[in-house]
């Protein structure tokens, strides 16, 4: 108990005089100003500065009482930030360790400067000891630096050479590694500035990893391997090199299943969705759905994570025309408790690969309900940078109007498909699928909607279509392929002639 009385006393004097917890759930029977603040911010009844101040002291803004108010509940909130909940999913095991470890030398710092060496001490050897099982280096270089200064204080000198011989290899180290960081943070800007800058950042790429590459033979530092890992993926990215990617993914698995780091470093989770991805976009579909399937082992259900790879697990069924499989994955997503307070995109996403998979075996009652406008909408979240695949929803339209028997209705979605491919995609050397494509639907007016006519007619661009089949890098996929999204398109017609 010794140490559990320095620390209550520690704490019990040296605490700022106003600091109390604030009560997250808002239930307080008598809630001071700070609570009554918060628990009104919660509650949505103070959007603005405005409305707290009239809520509060029915006074402006620039009241002095409502202005020192903001300014201590501001201060409880930040210190609450040191008791947040990192074991939570949505944080990775990095992240964690990383954090744990800062956590750990913060506290040996105050403990350091109030001279409990001893207590301290305690503090830095849990960091030294994680940082070590997942190759920490800065917590590590971080922890033995102060543990150097209690020796001293303490007057071991042999404990402090070897520490401080131990501190020098891994300055180094450090050295390197925040070197290697510094190139993989400007791949980083590149990748995600704009298309262009990603387009034309081959050379730059691949001359960061060559240096990665270098540097990581001869550290073998897990740190610089997994900079190596992510520069890599975008290149095989870039190169449409989807074989190449799987490959890298799965030897990275097995790099680090080799090595004395703790596993858990590297992100099992995004690998497998990775080469879900990969497996995706070379049309490996029964392939894809193992290793989705085995993925999910290393997703919790709540968090962005799952909802992603399910929607690649989903597409998988999807371009497989596994529609049934497709509709279970979907009920899956749907059914799970923390949909709703998933974010706006991810849910938006769902709700048109929901419209969409409606079309490909529709029933009367989805006939009924169908709002397109809706549907376009949520079409903003999923068509990022494949604004191609816009000319679809109209083309949607058309079947649902041919199933109506509409058919001059649906003529005009026909032209206005046409008329966003001449206004968005007509470009020179881009959108090859979809110039194959409205060259199909051409061949369906010219034709006069006959099925019989129109495949003759648009044969030879169908099969161009699946020539040019490669996807696009960082791009939304096709959520029903052109090819098939012709079938339907055929099949409606073709019902509506009998």
């Given at each position: 108990?010794?140490?559990?009385?320095?620390l209550?006393?520690?704490?019990?004097?040296?605490?700022?005089?106003n600091?109390?917890v604030i009560?997250?759930?808002g239930?307080?029977?008598?809630?001071?100003?700070?609570?009554?603040?918060?628990?009104g911010?919660?509650?949505?009844?103070?959007?603005?500065?405005?409305?707290?101040?009239?809520?509060?002291?029915?006074?402006?803004?620039?009241?002095?009482?409502?202005?020192?108010?903001?300014?201590?509940?501001?201060?409880?909130?930040?210190?609450l930030?040191?008791?947040?909940?990192?074991d939570?999913?949505?944080?990775?095991?990095?992240?964690?360790?990383?954090l744990?470890?800062?956590?750990?030398?913060?506290?040996?710092?105050?403990?350091?400067q109030?001279?409990?060496?001893?207590?301290?001490e305690k503090?830095?050897?849990?960091?030294?000891?994680?940082?070590?099982?997942?190759?920490?280096?800065?917590a590590?270089?971080?922890?033995?630096?102060l543990k150097?200064?209690?020796?001293s204080?303490?007057?071991?000198?042999?404990?402090?050479?070897?520490?401080?011989?131990?501190?020098?290899?891994?300055r180094?180290?450090?050295?390197?590694?925040k070197?290697?960081?510094d190139?993989?943070?400007?791949?980083?800007?590149?990748?995600?500035?704009?298309?262009?800058?990603?387009?034309?950042?081959?050379?730059?790429?691949?001359?960061?990893?060559?240096?990665?590459?270098?540097?990581?033979k001869?550290?073998?530092?897990v740190?610089?391997?997994?900079?190596?890992?992510?520069?890599?993926?975008?290149?095989?990215?870039?190169n449409?090199?989807?074989?190449g990617?799987?490959?890298?993914?799965k030897?990275s698995?097995?790099?680090?299943?080799?090595?004395?780091?703790?596993?858990?470093?590297?992100?099992?989770?995004?690998?497998?969705?990775?080469m879900?991805?990969?497996?995706?976009?070379?049309?490996?579909?029964?392939?894809?759905?193992?290793?989705?399937?085995?993925g999910?082992?290393?997703?919790?259900r709540?968090?962005?994570r799952?909802?992603?790879?399910?929607?690649?697990?989903?597409?998988?069924?999807?371009?497989?025309?596994?529609?049934k499989l497709?509709?279970?994955?979907?009920?899956?997503?749907?059914?799970?408790p923390?949909?709703s307070?998933?974010?706006?995109s991810?849910?938006?996403?769902?709700?048109i690969?929901?419209?969409?998979?409606n079309?490909?075996?529709?029933?009367?009652?989805?006939?009924?309900r169908?709002?397109?406008?809706?549907?376009?909408?949520?079409a903003?979240?999923?068509?990022?940078?494949s604004?191609?695949y816009?000319?679809?929803?109209?083309l949607l339209e058309?079947?649902?109007?041919?199933?109506?028997e509409?058919?001059?209705?649906?003529?005009?979605?026909?032209?206005?498909?046409?008329?966003?491919?001449?206004?968005n995609l007509?470009?020179?050397?881009?959108?090859?699928?979809?110039?194959?494509?409205?060259?199909?639907?051409?061949?369906?007016?010219?034709?006069e909607?006959?099925?019989?006519?129109?495949?003759?007619?648009s044969?030879?661009y169908?099969?161009?279509?699946?020539?040019?089949?490669a996807?696009?890098?960082?791009?939304?996929?096709?959520?029903?392929p052109?090819?098939?999204l012709?079938?339907m398109?055929?099949?409606?017609l073709?019902?509506?002639?009998?």
């Amino acid at each position: 108990m010794k140490e559990i009385n320095t620390l209550v006393d520690l704490v019990t004097h040296g605490l700022k005089s106003n600091y109390d917890v604030i009560n997250l759930t808002g239930d307080v029977e008598n809630p001071g100003k700070e609570q009554m603040l918060y628990n009104g911010v919660l509650q949505g009844e103070y959007p603005t500065d405005e409305s707290a101040a009239e809520g509060m002291y029915g006074s402006d803004i620039y009241d002095q009482r409502f202005r020192m108010l903001k300014s201590r509940l501001r201060h409880k909130l930040y210190d609450l930030l040191y008791h947040m909940d990192f074991d939570d999913p949505s944080f990775s095991h990095s992240i964690k360790v990383d954090l744990e470890c800062k956590e750990y030398i913060h506290k040996a710092h105050i403990l350091f400067q109030l001279g409990q060496y001893a207590i301290a001490e305690k503090q830095l050897n849990k960091c030294i000891t994680l940082a070590e099982e997942n190759q920490i280096t800065s917590a590590l270089l971080a922890a033995l630096e102060l543990k150097s200064d209690i020796l001293s204080h303490d007057c071991k000198p042999t404990d402090f050479e070897i520490v401080v011989s131990r501190i020098a290899e891994l300055r180094k180290l450090d050295l390197e590694e925040k070197s290697i960081q510094d190139v993989f943070l400007k791949m980083r800007m590149l990748m995600s500035k704009s298309i262009h800058s990603r387009n034309t950042c081959h050379e730059h790429l691949e001359s960061a990893i060559a240096r990665a590459e270098k540097s990581w033979k001869s550290t073998q530092s897990v740190n610089i391997f997994l900079v190596l890992y992510q520069l890599n993926a975008w290149l095989h990215l870039l190169n449409q090199d989807f074989d190449g990617l799987h490959k890298l993914c799965k030897e990275s698995t097995k790099t680090i299943q080799k090595s004395k780091v703790d596993e858990n470093r590297f992100d099992m989770g995004y690998n497998s969705y990775m080469m879900t991805r990969a497996l995706l976009a070379a049309e490996k579909y029964k392939e894809g759905y193992e290793e989705a399937l085995a993925g999910f082992s290393h997703m919790d259900r709540s968090t962005e994570r799952w909802f992603d790879h399910s929607e690649t697990y989903f597409l998988l069924a999807m371009h497989n025309q596994d529609y049934k499989l497709a509709r279970t994955i979907l009920d899956d997503v749907l059914g799970n408790p923390n949909f709703s307070r998933a974010q706006e995109s991810t849910i938006g996403r769902w709700k048109i690969f929901r419209a969409y998979l409606n079309f490909t075996k529709p029933n009367v009652n989805m006939l009924k309900r169908v709002r397109f406008s809706d549907v376009y909408d949520m079409a903003a979240y999923y068509y990022i940078e494949s604004k191609g695949y816009y000319m679809t929803l109209p083309l949607l339209e058309f079947i649902h109007q041919i199933n109506k028997e509409r058919m001059d209705t649906a003529a005009l979605k026909l032209e206005e498909a046409e008329n966003y491919f001449f206004k968005n995609l007509n470009e020179p050397g881009k959108n090859p699928r979809e110039k194959q494509f409205y060259k199909m639907l051409k061949a369906l007016k010219t034709a006069e909607y006959d099925v019989n006519k129109t495949r003759a007619k648009s044969e030879k661009y169908l099969e161009r279509l699946v020539e040019k089949q490669a996807h696009a890098p960082f791009s939304d996929f096709e959520i029903i392929p052109y090819e098939h999204l012709w079938e339907m398109m055929l099949e409606a017609l073709a019902n509506l002639k009998k």
